[in-house]
């Protein structure tokens, strides 16, 4: 069973920083597709940043781009999201997510989903 786990999560000013983790079990990395999306209540889920392991792509959503960067710790299998200068449009519930394939898109239908970890920026 593929299993993932976010952490990292909190509350942080707005220009502040914030890493996010996403621990998986359950199956190789080795041709996985991984996902990081963002939830607000009663809103679609938001792609945030997608890396396939077979070969290092990575993609950016438009409002994260130069601020987010999405790594890789095979070894631990673990994600990392590392946001920078965050801000208040960045408030939401942080998923991390798997598919057991390369992915061409990043869009919130991969197959596998952890719990999610909530991030709320003040100002």
């Known amino acids: 069973e593929v299993q993932l786990v976010e952490s990292g999560g909190g509350l942080v000013q707005a220009g502040g920083s914030l890493t996010l983790s996403c621990t998986a079990s359950?199956?190789?990395?080795?041709?996985?597709?991984i996902g990081w999306f963002r939830e607000v209540s009663g809103k679609e889920r938001e792609a945030v940043s997608c890396?396939?392991?077979?070969?290092?792509?990575?993609w950016y959503g438009n409002s994260v781009k130069g601020r987010f960067t999405i790594s890789t710790d095979n070894t631990k299998k673990m994600v990392y999201l590392q946001m920078n200068n965050l801000k208040a449009e960045d408030t939401a519930l942080y998923y991390c997510?798997?598919?057991?394939?390369?992915?061409?898109?990043?869009?919130?239908?991969?197959?596998?989903w952890g719990q999610g970890t909530r991030v709320t920026v003040s100002s």
């Open positions: 997510a798997a598919e057991d394939y390369p992915r061409s898109t990043c869009y919130p239908d991969f197959g596998s």
């Open positions: 890396i396939n392991f077979s070969d290092g792509s990575t």
């Open positions: 359950g199956f190789s990395f080795d041709d996985y597709g």
